[in-house]
């Protein structure tokens, strides 16, 4: 979906770095979210937001902090105290009780 | 909160069989279920979805029943073709805030030629 824009699509890091993995949506959406998926696994919530300058902790929220600054934009930064970085993230938006439409995901590496 | 469970996690159908996925959710109040489909390396792209107010929808060759005494909803495709080789997500919003969603471990789908 051409309206969320999840850059960079690769990312590799150093253990013990912070990354900010970013997404941007001009589909006037009120919610984003940040999801989790691992290889074979289905999606774990790690942050939503429903407003800006507002936001909540989803499922697994340890190691991960965000912000919601602008209503187009929630970038995720994954910190050195999450223990198990390596994984694909998708954000993803909606309209308040609409279906998420989700971005291309961004796959972070950390070695 | 809201757990959600599906069922199978792989399956395997011939071109033309029908393809069933299950999914079991635990909040009783949960009143949205939509299903994704999600392509190798790609993102989940809403496929269908139902509300609780409904038993049955369809769209074209795609179907999802709702049994809400039962908490549990499926997911059902016909006339499989190979284009429908992917992994699909089941999920249910709890009651407790918005449209939270929570989703299946999800099932792998592979239709042989």
Redesign the interface.
Known sequence: DGGITQSPKYLFRKEGQNVTLSCEQNLNHDAMYWYRQDPGQGLRLIYYSQIVNDFQKGDIAEGYSVSREKKESFPLTVTSAQKNPTAFYLCASSALGGPLHFGNGTRLTVT | ?ENVE?HPSTLSVQEGDSAVIKCTYSDSASN?F?W?KQELG?????II?IRSNVGEKKDQRIAVTLNKTAKHFSLHITETQPEDSAVY?CAASGSD??????????TRLMVKP
């Open positions: 909160g599906q949205y939509p994704y790609k993102r989940p792209q809403l979805d997500f805030a918005g449209n939270m969603l929570t989703f299946g471990g999800g």
